[in-house]
Protein backbone atom coordinates (compact mmCIF):
# COMPACT_ATOMS: atom_id res chain seq x y z
CA UNK A 1 0.00 0.00 0.00
CA UNK A 2 1.40 3.18 -0.72
CA UNK A 3 4.09 4.38 1.90
CA UNK A 4 2.53 7.83 1.70
CA UNK A 5 -1.23 7.23 2.87
CA UNK A 6 -0.91 7.48 6.67
CA UNK A 7 -0.83 11.26 5.78
CA UNK A 8 -4.46 11.55 4.45
CA UNK A 9 -6.85 13.08 6.69
CA UNK A 10 -10.16 12.15 7.76
CA UNK A 11 -11.82 15.17 5.68
CA UNK A 12 -9.40 14.02 2.78
CA UNK A 13 -11.32 14.52 -1.02
CA UNK A 14 -11.27 10.67 -2.50
CA UNK A 15 -11.56 10.31 -5.69
CA UNK A 16 -11.45 7.04 -7.54
CA UNK A 17 -10.24 6.40 -11.20
CA UNK A 18 -13.53 5.03 -12.76
CA UNK A 19 -13.07 2.79 -16.10
CA UNK A 20 -16.30 1.07 -16.34
CA UNK A 21 -14.82 -2.13 -15.12
CA UNK A 22 -15.67 -3.62 -12.48
CA UNK A 23 -13.01 -3.74 -10.45
CA UNK A 24 -12.90 0.25 -10.37
CA UNK A 25 -16.87 0.14 -8.96
CA UNK A 26 -15.61 -2.68 -6.27
CA UNK A 27 -13.19 0.34 -4.97
CA UNK A 28 -15.38 2.62 -5.31
CA UNK A 29 -17.87 1.06 -3.29
CA UNK A 30 -15.02 0.02 -0.90
CA UNK A 31 -14.06 3.80 -0.87
CA UNK A 32 -17.31 4.99 -0.06
CA UNK A 33 -18.27 2.06 2.95
CA UNK A 34 -14.83 3.26 4.39
CA UNK A 35 -14.87 7.01 4.33
CA UNK A 36 -18.81 7.82 4.46
CA UNK A 37 -17.94 11.53 5.22
CA UNK A 38 -15.37 12.35 2.70
CA UNK A 39 -16.09 14.34 -0.28
CA UNK A 40 -15.65 11.33 -3.34
CA UNK A 41 -15.07 11.48 -7.08
CA UNK A 42 -15.28 8.87 -9.59
CA UNK A 43 -12.89 10.12 -12.77
CA UNK A 44 -13.48 8.49 -16.02
CA UNK A 45 -11.13 9.26 -19.20
CA UNK A 46 -13.46 8.95 -22.15
CA UNK A 47 -11.57 7.83 -25.20
CA UNK A 48 -14.68 7.98 -27.20
CA UNK A 49 -14.33 3.95 -28.52
CA UNK A 50 -15.54 1.83 -25.46
CA UNK A 51 -18.16 -0.47 -26.34
CA UNK A 52 -21.96 0.44 -26.18
CA UNK A 53 -22.86 -1.37 -23.10
CA UNK A 54 -19.71 -0.38 -20.97
CA UNK A 55 -20.69 3.09 -21.07
CA UNK A 56 -24.48 1.53 -20.30
CA UNK A 57 -22.65 -0.05 -17.05
CA UNK A 58 -20.45 3.08 -15.83
CA UNK A 59 -23.31 4.93 -16.05
CA UNK A 60 -25.49 2.66 -13.83
CA UNK A 61 -22.23 1.69 -11.69
CA UNK A 62 -21.65 5.51 -10.61
CA UNK A 63 -25.46 5.62 -9.72
CA UNK A 64 -25.26 3.23 -7.27
CA UNK A 65 -22.25 4.01 -6.28
CA UNK A 66 -23.89 7.11 -4.87
CA UNK A 67 -27.55 5.87 -4.04
CA UNK A 68 -28.67 7.84 -6.89
CA UNK A 69 -31.96 6.24 -9.03
CA UNK A 70 -32.05 8.38 -12.36
CA UNK A 71 -34.96 8.59 -13.96
CA UNK A 72 -33.50 7.64 -17.99
CA UNK A 73 -31.87 4.75 -18.57
CA UNK A 74 -29.81 3.85 -21.72
CA UNK A 75 -29.25 0.25 -23.30
CA UNK A 76 -26.63 -1.08 -25.72
CA UNK A 77 -29.01 -0.92 -28.18
CA UNK A 78 -30.16 2.35 -28.42
CA UNK A 79 -26.18 3.78 -29.57
CA UNK A 80 -25.66 4.46 -33.01
CA UNK A 81 -22.90 2.56 -34.65
CA UNK A 82 -19.14 3.37 -33.98
CA UNK A 83 -17.50 2.55 -36.64
CA UNK A 84 -17.40 4.62 -39.71
CA UNK A 85 -17.56 3.60 -43.85
CA UNK A 86 -14.29 1.54 -45.31
CA UNK A 87 -14.12 4.73 -48.03
CA UNK A 88 -13.61 7.75 -45.53
CA UNK A 89 -10.10 8.87 -45.68
CA UNK A 90 -8.01 8.48 -42.61
CA UNK A 91 -7.00 12.02 -43.17
CA UNK A 92 -10.46 13.07 -42.43
CA UNK A 93 -11.37 10.40 -39.95
CA UNK A 94 -13.06 12.00 -36.97
CA UNK A 95 -14.98 8.97 -35.56
CA UNK A 96 -18.72 8.43 -36.61
CA UNK A 97 -20.51 11.73 -36.30
CA UNK A 98 -23.70 10.17 -34.63
CA UNK A 99 -22.12 8.10 -32.03
CA UNK A 100 -20.16 11.31 -31.51
CA UNK A 101 -23.27 13.40 -30.63
CA UNK A 102 -24.81 10.19 -29.07
CA UNK A 103 -21.86 9.99 -26.85
CA UNK A 104 -21.99 14.00 -25.97
CA UNK A 105 -25.77 14.23 -25.47
CA UNK A 106 -25.00 10.85 -22.57
CA UNK A 107 -22.01 12.70 -21.34
CA UNK A 108 -23.84 15.94 -20.57
CA UNK A 109 -27.03 14.13 -18.77
CA UNK A 110 -24.97 11.88 -17.04
CA UNK A 111 -22.50 14.77 -15.65
CA UNK A 112 -26.06 16.62 -14.86
CA UNK A 113 -27.41 13.71 -13.15
CA UNK A 114 -24.51 12.49 -11.26
CA UNK A 115 -21.98 15.63 -10.76
CA UNK A 116 -19.79 13.59 -8.59
CA UNK A 117 -18.69 11.68 -11.90
CA UNK A 118 -16.13 13.64 -13.87
CA UNK A 119 -16.39 12.73 -17.55
CA UNK A 120 -12.70 13.65 -19.21
CA UNK A 121 -13.03 13.80 -23.07
CA UNK A 122 -9.76 14.37 -25.18
CA UNK A 123 -11.87 14.56 -28.27
CA UNK A 124 -10.41 11.88 -30.32
CA UNK A 125 -10.11 8.55 -30.51
CA UNK A 126 -7.76 5.86 -30.27
CA UNK A 127 -7.41 6.19 -34.29
CA UNK A 128 -7.07 9.75 -34.27
CA UNK A 129 -4.27 9.59 -31.67
CA UNK A 130 -2.37 6.94 -34.01
CA UNK A 131 -2.97 9.28 -37.26
CA UNK A 132 -2.21 12.15 -35.84
CA UNK A 133 1.12 11.12 -33.53
CA UNK A 134 1.90 9.05 -36.93
CA UNK A 135 2.43 6.33 -34.61
CA UNK A 136 0.64 2.83 -34.60
CA UNK A 137 0.41 1.89 -30.74
CA UNK A 138 1.63 -1.64 -29.85
CA UNK A 139 2.36 -3.84 -27.08
CA UNK A 140 5.63 -1.39 -25.96
CA UNK A 141 3.85 1.67 -26.84
CA UNK A 142 0.02 3.45 -26.53
CA UNK A 143 -0.08 6.64 -27.25
CA UNK A 144 -3.81 6.17 -27.17
CA UNK A 145 -3.61 5.92 -23.59
CA UNK A 146 -0.79 8.30 -22.62
CA UNK A 147 -2.84 11.09 -24.32
CA UNK A 148 -6.40 9.95 -24.07
CA UNK A 149 -6.17 8.69 -20.34
CA UNK A 150 -3.09 9.54 -18.47
CA UNK A 151 -1.83 13.10 -19.76
CA UNK A 152 -5.70 14.14 -19.56
CA UNK A 153 -6.20 12.61 -15.68
CA UNK A 154 -3.05 14.35 -15.37
CA UNK A 155 -3.65 17.53 -16.27
CA UNK A 156 -7.60 17.24 -14.34
CA UNK A 157 -5.62 16.53 -11.20
CA UNK A 158 -2.89 19.34 -10.97
CA UNK A 159 -6.03 21.55 -11.90
CA UNK A 160 -8.62 20.27 -9.43
CA UNK A 161 -6.56 18.43 -6.68
CA UNK A 162 -4.29 18.63 -4.10
CA UNK A 163 -0.64 16.38 -3.23
CA UNK A 164 0.95 16.28 0.21
CA UNK A 165 1.80 19.42 1.52
CA UNK A 166 -0.36 22.20 -0.09
CA UNK A 167 -1.82 24.91 2.00
CA UNK A 168 -5.45 24.82 0.85
CA UNK A 169 -6.43 21.62 2.73
CA UNK A 170 -5.19 17.95 3.43
CA UNK A 171 -4.23 16.19 0.39
CA UNK A 172 -6.42 14.07 -1.64
CA UNK A 173 -6.48 10.31 -1.87
CA UNK A 174 -7.02 8.43 -5.55
CA UNK A 175 -8.09 4.99 -5.40
CA UNK A 176 -7.38 2.61 -8.54
CA UNK A 177 -9.05 -1.11 -9.10
CA UNK A 178 -6.65 -2.89 -9.20
CA UNK A 179 -6.97 -6.46 -7.74
CA UNK A 180 -4.81 -9.62 -7.05
CA UNK A 181 -4.06 -10.57 -10.68
CA UNK A 182 -2.47 -7.58 -11.55
CA UNK A 183 -0.93 -6.07 -7.70
CA UNK A 184 2.62 -5.54 -9.92
CA UNK A 185 0.81 -2.38 -11.45
CA UNK A 186 0.45 -1.06 -7.94
CA UNK A 187 3.49 -1.61 -6.70
CA UNK A 188 6.04 -4.00 -8.30
CA UNK A 189 8.50 -3.93 -5.14
CA UNK A 190 11.28 -2.03 -6.78
CA UNK A 191 9.50 1.45 -6.93
CA UNK A 192 7.62 1.18 -10.29
CA UNK A 193 3.63 0.90 -10.44
CA UNK A 194 1.27 3.47 -9.84
CA UNK A 195 1.51 4.21 -5.94
CA UNK A 196 5.55 4.61 -5.76
CA UNK A 197 5.65 6.62 -8.83
CA UNK A 198 2.88 8.75 -7.95
CA UNK A 199 4.41 9.01 -4.42
CA UNK A 200 7.40 10.59 -5.87
CA UNK A 201 5.09 13.47 -6.94
CA UNK A 202 3.65 13.95 -3.49
CA UNK A 203 0.22 12.28 -4.74
CA UNK A 204 -1.65 9.79 -2.67
CA UNK A 205 -2.49 6.59 -3.99
CA UNK A 206 -3.94 3.56 -2.78
CA UNK A 207 -5.66 0.18 -4.36
CA UNK A 208 -8.68 -0.75 -1.80
CA UNK A 209 -8.85 -4.08 -3.72
CA UNK A 210 -5.66 -5.03 -2.47
CA UNK A 211 -6.32 -3.80 1.31
CA UNK A 212 -7.92 -6.48 3.60
CA UNK A 213 -11.18 -7.22 2.67
CA UNK A 214 -12.39 -8.55 6.19
CA UNK A 215 -14.77 -5.19 6.38
CA UNK A 216 -16.74 -5.44 3.34
CA UNK A 217 -15.82 -8.60 2.05
CA UNK A 218 -19.30 -8.57 -0.20
CA UNK A 219 -17.86 -5.24 -2.09
CA UNK A 220 -14.67 -7.44 -3.08
CA UNK A 221 -16.23 -10.98 -4.21
CA UNK A 222 -19.76 -10.93 -4.16
CA UNK A 223 -21.25 -10.87 -7.94
CA UNK A 224 -21.90 -8.15 -9.38
CA UNK A 225 -25.59 -8.99 -9.93
CA UNK A 226 -25.59 -8.75 -6.11
CA UNK A 227 -25.80 -5.26 -6.18
CA UNK A 228 -28.38 -4.70 -8.79
CA UNK A 229 -26.14 -4.53 -11.95
CA UNK A 230 -25.85 -6.54 -14.97
CA UNK A 231 -22.33 -6.99 -16.30
CA UNK A 232 -21.16 -5.49 -19.03
CA UNK A 233 -21.67 -7.85 -22.42
CA UNK A 234 -17.86 -8.16 -23.01
CA UNK A 235 -16.93 -9.95 -19.79
CA UNK A 236 -19.47 -12.66 -21.36
CA UNK A 237 -17.48 -12.87 -24.82
CA UNK A 238 -13.96 -14.24 -23.24
CA UNK A 239 -12.10 -10.68 -23.33
CA UNK A 240 -9.45 -9.90 -20.44
CA UNK A 241 -10.57 -6.52 -20.19
CA UNK A 242 -13.25 -4.28 -21.83
CA UNK A 243 -11.49 -1.50 -22.48
CA UNK A 244 -12.05 0.42 -25.86
CA UNK A 245 -14.58 -1.66 -26.80
CA UNK A 246 -12.25 -5.31 -26.89
CA UNK A 247 -10.37 -3.23 -29.02
CA UNK A 248 -6.62 -2.79 -27.72
CA UNK A 249 -3.00 -1.88 -29.73
CA UNK A 250 -1.55 -3.58 -26.44
CA UNK A 251 -3.62 -6.88 -26.38
CA UNK A 252 -1.91 -9.93 -27.91
CA UNK A 253 -2.21 -12.98 -30.57
CA UNK A 254 -5.25 -14.75 -27.80
CA UNK A 255 -6.82 -11.41 -27.36
CA UNK A 256 -6.97 -10.90 -31.11
CA UNK A 257 -8.25 -15.02 -31.70
CA UNK A 258 -11.22 -14.52 -29.53
CA UNK A 259 -11.86 -11.18 -31.12
CA UNK A 260 -11.84 -12.67 -34.35
CA UNK A 261 -13.89 -15.66 -33.20
CA UNK A 262 -16.78 -13.64 -31.08
CA UNK A 263 -17.24 -10.47 -32.26
CA UNK A 264 -15.38 -10.90 -36.37
CA UNK A 265 -17.16 -7.94 -37.92
CA UNK A 266 -15.15 -5.94 -34.71
CA UNK A 267 -11.97 -7.60 -35.70
CA UNK A 268 -12.52 -6.39 -39.43
CA UNK A 269 -13.01 -3.51 -38.89
CA UNK A 270 -9.86 -3.01 -36.55
CA UNK A 271 -8.05 -4.54 -39.09
CA UNK A 272 -9.06 -1.93 -41.74
CA UNK A 273 -8.59 0.76 -39.81
CA UNK A 274 -4.96 -1.07 -38.79
CA UNK A 275 -4.70 -0.99 -42.90
CA UNK A 276 -5.74 2.68 -43.11
CA UNK A 277 -3.02 3.97 -40.53
CA UNK A 278 -0.23 1.55 -41.82
CA UNK A 279 -1.21 3.18 -45.48
CA UNK A 280 -1.18 6.87 -44.31
CA UNK A 281 2.20 6.11 -42.58
CA UNK A 282 3.49 4.57 -45.54
CA UNK A 283 4.65 1.68 -43.97
CA UNK A 284 3.99 -1.91 -43.28
CA UNK A 285 3.22 -1.44 -39.45
CA UNK A 286 1.19 -3.92 -37.20
CA UNK A 287 -0.06 -3.82 -33.22
CA UNK A 288 0.67 -7.82 -32.93
CA UNK A 289 4.29 -8.88 -33.58
CA UNK A 290 5.08 -12.04 -35.06
CA UNK A 291 7.82 -14.44 -33.08
CA UNK A 292 7.99 -17.48 -35.37
CA UNK A 293 10.86 -18.40 -37.03
CA UNK A 294 13.18 -17.47 -34.16
CA UNK A 295 14.37 -14.30 -36.20
CA UNK A 296 13.32 -11.82 -33.55
CA UNK A 297 9.83 -9.54 -33.64
CA UNK A 298 7.93 -9.14 -37.25
CA UNK A 299 5.41 -7.36 -37.97
CA UNK A 300 2.01 -9.30 -37.95
CA UNK A 301 -1.16 -7.08 -39.58
CA UNK A 302 -4.28 -7.68 -38.39
CA UNK A 303 -5.42 -9.76 -41.50
CA UNK A 304 -2.20 -11.52 -41.69
CA UNK A 305 -3.39 -12.75 -38.87
CA UNK A 306 -6.41 -13.66 -39.53
CA UNK A 307 -5.43 -15.51 -42.61
CA UNK A 308 -3.39 -17.58 -40.29
CA UNK A 309 -6.17 -18.35 -37.31
CA UNK A 310 -8.03 -19.34 -40.60
CA UNK A 311 -5.80 -21.95 -41.95
CA UNK A 312 -4.55 -23.37 -38.53
CA UNK A 313 -7.92 -23.64 -36.96
CA UNK A 314 -6.47 -25.64 -34.20
CA UNK A 315 -4.13 -23.43 -32.75
CA UNK A 316 -4.98 -22.24 -28.85
CA UNK A 317 -3.05 -18.98 -28.14
CA UNK A 318 -2.45 -18.69 -24.75
CA UNK A 319 -2.59 -15.52 -22.57
CA UNK A 320 0.39 -13.94 -21.82
CA UNK A 321 1.41 -12.32 -18.61
CA UNK A 322 0.19 -8.41 -19.07
CA UNK A 323 -1.32 -9.30 -23.04
CA UNK A 324 -4.74 -9.29 -22.77
CA UNK A 325 -4.87 -4.84 -22.30
CA UNK A 326 -3.51 -1.62 -21.47
CA UNK A 327 -2.72 -0.78 -17.80
CA UNK A 328 -5.56 2.47 -18.42
CA UNK A 329 -5.63 3.63 -14.85
CA UNK A 330 -5.61 7.34 -15.62
CA UNK A 331 -2.63 7.83 -14.55
CA UNK A 332 0.82 9.96 -15.64
CA UNK A 333 3.90 8.65 -14.82
S1 LIG B 1 -7.34 0.15 -24.01
FE1 LIG B 1 -5.63 -0.12 -25.42
S2 LIG B 1 -6.27 0.99 -27.27
FE2 LIG B 1 -7.53 1.75 -25.58
S3 LIG B 1 -6.43 3.54 -24.80
FE3 LIG B 1 -5.76 1.78 -23.58
S4 LIG B 1 -3.87 1.07 -24.67
FE4 LIG B 1 -4.99 2.38 -26.08
Redesign the pocket.
Known sequence: MSGLLHLAEPDSRRFVMFSGGEGSYRAAKIVRARHPEAPLGLVFTD?L?EDADTYRFLIEAAADVFDRRLNWTVRAEDFPDYRVAEDVPIEEYRGNPEWRAFLADLRARTMEAIPELVWLVEGRD?WEVFRDERFL?NSSV?P??KI??RQMADAWRSGNCRRIGELFGPPDVFSVGIGDHEAHRYDDGKGRGIGPRTAEDGWIYDAPLLTDPSDFPSFFMAPIETFGLRRCRLYGMGYGHG??GG?????GQAHYANRFKVQPERFAYDAMMERKVGAFLGAEVSMLTDRRGGDGKKVLTLDAFAQRLIAEPGTVYEYEPGDA??A?FGVAG
Do not use: E, Q, R
Open positions: TYVGDCSLKNCFCCKAGCC
